[in-house]
Every structure is written in C-alpha cells, then in structure tokens.
C-alpha cells in the first residue's frame, strides 16, 4: 500500500515537471517570434507614416500585447501551481510606472472613446520598494479587464496610502490600494463569489462575447497575497464595477507625487560613440536588436554564436563598451561563453593589474526564474525577457554605459 502511494506520488511530481518544462519550451519557442512582430512594430513606428499606417501600427501593438499577456498568464499560473513564482523588493518610481501601464491603454481609450484617468493621492510616496513587474502585471490584468466590459464613460486607476494593519510603528512599511473604477455592465452578486478563482468568467457567454483565459484574476489574486496585500471587488450589474487589491511597500522616501499625472516621454538618452558587441543567432531577432541598439545612437557588431562573441572579444578586448548575449546559440550557449569571457578577464586582470569586467546583457525568450538566475550565475550583469522592450533596453542600457 506505502509502496503504491509513493509510486503515485512519484508519477504526479513527475507530471508536474514534464508540465514545467512543457509550458517554458512553449514559452520559448512563442516569445522568440514574438520578438520579431514587436520589436520590429517598435521600429516601424519611426519611419515616415501616413495616419492610416500608424492606426494599423497600433493595432499590431496592442494585439501582440494581448498575446504576450496571455503566454505570461499561461507560464505564471505553472509556476504558481508548483509554488515557485518569486517576488522581488527592489526600488521603483510608482508615479513612472502608473503612466506606462496607462500609455499602454492609451490606444484602447481612443478606440472606444472611453476616458482613462489616474489618479493618485498626494499621501502616496513616489518611491517605493517592492516588485514592479508584478504590480505592473496585476494592473495591466484588472485595466485590460474594465476595458472588455466598459463600452462608453471612464475608467479610473486612483491610488491611495492607506494605514498599514498589525504593524509596528517604526516599521516603514506601507499599505497601498489601487481602485479600477469602470463604468461598464457591473457584476451581479452571484457571479462575484467564484469570479477569482482559475479559469472563472462571470458567465459562460463572457469567454464567447470577449476572450480571454480566465486566469488574469486569479493570478492577480496570487500575486496580490505573495505582496503582503489583498484583493476584491464592488459591483451591481449595470452600475458598473470598483475591482480593488493592495499592496505592502517600503518607502523611506518621503518625497510626495504632484496632484497632476504626466504621460512618461518616449524619448531616449543617446549613446552615441559607444560599441555594443551582439550575440544572436536568429536573423529576425538580428535585425530587431541591431536597429534598436542604431536608434540609441551606439554602433553594433553583430556575430552569430557564444563562441564568436569569444573570439571577437579576445581580440578587440578594449573595444567594446557592453555585450549583448542571446540565451540559446548553436556552438556555445550564452551562458558557456559569458564564463569563457570571465575566465579571460581573470587572466588579463591578474597578469596586467587591471580591472577589465565588461557588462553582459543576456537576452533570453525563456521567462523562467530559472533561467535568470542561469544567467546570473554565469557571469552576466543583467537578463532581459524577449520581446525586448524599448524603454526597458535603454534604462538598462543607462545602469552599465
């Protein structure tokens, strides 16, 4: 019987491993297109466009956002499954990251005329410690969800310091609570009970009339709890919907937001001058990274191979300012080849004196912890997740250069 039971349990962690590995190679192999219908979207929005051309250039956008928020709720429901998402505590500015998440809609509102506000309380510090990509994620979620069942009037994000409960008084934590008011067809009370539980929708004719995984409010849920907060919702069918969570942070700041919200500028900081070294086997991803690296003002080197990377490196060794190294390479992997640069370095630090450690940037279509801490562990200074962002390329970009 003991023998039988540990057989099946055996066989469900067995399961549960294949499923992992499953869904990351999934993840992988989905993210690395991606990466060429985004980046090079993101490119094309520089060129000369007649109003028609950027309508059509927006709508590639936002579908291929869709998209990508739909693999990442996939993978993060895995990895909440098996007990493995992590949560950061890292410093960000909260007011910056409201209006990206905010930009992000921007070509919803205008589409469907509907006005999106944010609004955050002046008590609210700017700078606060906690784990940004998951509250941008939990935003993007509940924003994304008003917009499917708001057809006309506004959406609200209002942001407010609330005081944090069973806490010491000289613990500088603080309780945040984000608000999405909508407008839209409400909720009734019966279909609020389940509606955060896994793969849930208010009703069957929803996933028919909208789309959608039905994982975007229980992840959001997860997420909110691993952040020391909470989250819920107040709605009656037909007045529309307030979906709240919060969030514990640190903030020993105490600078204080401008009652008036601004879009954050697109505009990037130039590096002009400097050489960038890029390791990436896939042409269209080639193609993506070299003409975003070209709008920052940096010259690129493209080879095609951890091993080249190697050997190029070696032998202009006071060249290049940064490399930039792809995960997954025929000959030598990013990883392998980040250790053989290392190892060199060593070297030529001992014999010369010096202190040559030169910046790698590892691009990766896996979106695994896993595979960042790989990275890491390898040598490397930083991980970006394909599709590469802009804005995210160029302010890790400005940490090294």
Known sequence: MVSDLESKKKLAEEAVIAKGHFLATMSHEIRTPMNGVIGVTELLKDTPLNIQQKDYIEIIQSSSNSLL?????????????EGKLSIEHIEFDLNKLCNEVISVFSFNSKQ?????????????????KSDPTRLRQILINLIGNAFKFTEHGSITLTIELLPPPHLNIHDKKDLLRFLIIDTGIGISKQNIENLFGAFNQADSSITRKFG????????????SELMGGDIGVNSNLNHGSTFWFTILSRSDIKQMMPKVKKIHSNKHRSFIGKQILVAEDNKVNQIVIKGMIQKLGATVTIVENGQDAFVIYQEFIDKFDLIVMDFEMPILDGANSTRKIRAFENIINTENNSEINIPIIAITAHAMQEHRDICL????NDHLSKPIDMEILTNTFNKYL
């Open 69 to 81: 928020n739909i693999i990442s709720d996939i993978l993060d429901f895995s990895k909440i499954e």
């Open 112 to 128: 469907n005329d509907i006005t999106l506000i944010l609004d955050i309380k002046k008590s609210v510090p700017t700078i606060i």
């Open 212 to 223: 959608g995984t039905g994982l975007g409010l229980s992840i959001s849920k997860s997420l």
């Open 377 to 380: 562990h390898a040598g490397m």
